[in-house]
């Protein structure tokens, strides 16, 4: 690495951690950079290294990224991408194009300054992304940290997390280091819930319970983990359809107000959202244990994913719940 190069990205690192933005005025600054392309940068900065690992194992992207050309790259921070599987997604080019491609959009430099309220650009995999700045700058709901990251075939934008809205319901489960043994269950279970979750005809709201949660009430060995074994002790046509519903809910649609759900087992579960701090419980009714949202509105193209930390326990007459 020559000593410019090294210098740049010391750089770049501290326009990261400093928050500082560069615009389409700074070209006296861009005419004395090193040539620096944009999947060298990434794979260059720290913050930026998960995601390179990502688009590198993609070769054909990774070299387009390497060439001469114009592109505008939205990269999630590494801090961004710390919940997910990201073996997964090197691992499964499905999966990976699916991500790495929605991040990556060709033949335009767009810079911040270019950027307007509801401006929308196509990424190579095909469905056009939002720009908003009523609320900061952001695209598809990922906030921009850093803008104006230049390279010599393009620009950089930081984002604060990964836009993952065109995976279905099932691979966004998939992907979730918090979710794994959710995603065992759904492999165990030998009902139809697992291609539901796939099929872009339908719409869903899943309550997914975390490791933890299913730990807590599945983990009979008390090593705090949970085997197939484990779960094959439970009824998990049952108790994972207790956790869907047959419609998309965003947490903000959750009423003030104690509110019925039915689910696909056919039993209600009751939410209810706090004025105050916007959180969300949910539970089988008042008499019923309650679990809480920790991580709301993870969004699919068939769906929504509330992450809660406690298992729902279906009501044993499998009738309805008891008031």
Known sequence: MTRSSTSWRA???????????????????????????IIDLMQGVQEMRTFAAVVGADSALAASLAEDGAYTVLVPRSVGLANLQTDTLIN????????????VIPGTVL????????????????????????????????????????????????????????LNTAERILIESDLQVLETSLDLSEGPLQARLRDDNVNQTVFAPTNDAFAAVVDTNGDGSVSEAEL???????????????????????????????????????????????????????????????RADLRSRNGVVHVIDSLLVPPANGSGDQK
Do not use: K, W
């Not at 501290?14 to 620096?36: R, V, Y």
């Not at 992304?129 to 900061?136: A, P, V």
């Open 11 to 37: 750089f770049v690192f501290a326009l990261l951690m400093g928050g500082l933005l560069l615009t389409a005025c700074d070209t006296a600054d861009l005419s004395s950079l090193p040539d620096e392309s």
């Open 232 to 294: 094959g002790q439970v009824d998990l046509d049952r108790v994972l359809l207790y956790h869907v519903l047959p419609d998309r809910v965003l947490a903000q649609q959750i009423p003030l107000s104690s509110t019925e759900y039915e689910t696909l087992l056919g039993p209600n579960v009751q939410a209810v959202r706090n004025a105050e701090s916007g959180s969300v419980t949910v539970g089988g009714s008042v008499n019923r244990p309650t679990a809480t949202v920790t």
């Open 111 to 166: 810079q911040a300054g270019d950027i307007t309220d509801g401006m929308s650009v196509t990424p190579i995999e095909g469905t056009p992304l939002t720009f908003s700045t009523t609320d900061g700058l952001r695209v598809n709901g990922a906030r921009i940290v850093t803008t104006d990251v230049p390279a010599s075939n393009g620009v950089i934008h930081i984002l604060d997390r990964p836009i993952l809205d065109r």
């Open 92 to 103: 499964d080019p499905q999966l990976r194009a699916r991500v790495a491609d929605r991040h």
